[in-house]
């Protein structure tokens, strides 16, 4: 399976305070734009879930978001892991606030969605994305 990942733009950021979990409530206005990464899933002969990109500072293993969000998936469907690569060839800029590893981990979501018959609908695959990282629903949804 191929498919792209859309880095967004963050229009407008505005905190409008502290929680109580240390974390800030935004409001904020965003948008696809046509900066992708793209990634290429495919499964492999029992080596478990890798990823791979072509940036050899990124993580690899579960700690990558493309990686917990496939875990998340199989874990939504009651599944157990199943051996895939995940290859990442990168273009969004990292750290740069453009969602490149969030918009990796909900293109994730919606190929593994896709491959399994869509058994989750665009709303659920986005509130399975926000225990991924706070940007992947809207990356799902776009």
């Not at 969030?102 to 969605?113: E, F, G, Y």
């Amino acid at each position: 399976m191929k498919t792209r990942a859309w880095a967004k733009l963050n229009l407008t950021l505005d905190v409008l305070g502290k929680r109580e979990d240390g974390y800030h409530d935004l409001c904020m206005v965003m948008q696809s734009v046509t900066l992708h990464d793209t990634l290429t899933l495919t499964p492999n002969e029992g080596q478990g879930l890798r990823v791979k990109t072509n940036l050899r500072f990124l993580p690899t293993g579960d700690k990558n978001l493309a990686a917990a969000a496939a875990l998340r998936f199989w874990e939504a469907l009651g599944r157990e892991p199943e051996h895939l690569d995940i290859e990442i060839q990168k273009r969004i800029p990292v750290c740069a606030g453009m969602a490149g590893g969030s918009s990796d981990a909900a293109a994730v979501l919606r190929a593994l969605n896709r491959h399994y018959g869509d058994p989750l609908s665009v709303l659920a695959l986005a509130e399975l994305g926000a225990q991924v990282g706070s940007d992947v629903p809207f990356c799902v949804v776009g």
